[in-house]
């Protein structure tokens, strides 16, 4: 009987490491699936936020509004003409 007792003591650590090992992968498979739905979330909320967002290209036709400067003869400041104060 003894040789079953070391058997059995064999086949009952197998258990502990099947266990460790099964939580290991479910952990794995959670962060996993958790990744890929964040990166779901991702590009939904980019998809979004960039459907009222201008083209790229329109920024290299920007022309900002600019301050328009009245001199005196003398080269003093007399008045300033703007729409919008950017600077």
């Known amino acids: ?3 079953k007792s070391k058997i059995l003591k064999q086949r009952r650590k197998p258990k502990k ?10 952990l794995l498979l959670l962060g996993f699936i958790f990744a890929i ?5 991702g590009v939904g ?3 979004y936020i960039s459907k009222d967002l201008p083209h790229i290209n329109s ?3 920007y ?3 600019i301050i328009t400067n009245v001199y005196s003869d ?3 400041k007399i008045a300033e003409f703007f729409k ?4």
């Open 1 to 3: 009987e003894k040789p």
């Open 17 to 26: 490491r099947r266990f460790f090992q099964k939580f290991f992968l479910w």
């Open 37 to 41: 739905l964040g990166a779901l979330g």
């Open 45 to 47: 909320v980019y998809f």
């Open 59 to 61: 920024l290299t036709e």
């Open 63 to 65: 022309h900002p509004s």
């Open 74 to 76: 003398d080269g003093r």
């Open 84 to 87: 919008e104060r950017r600077i």
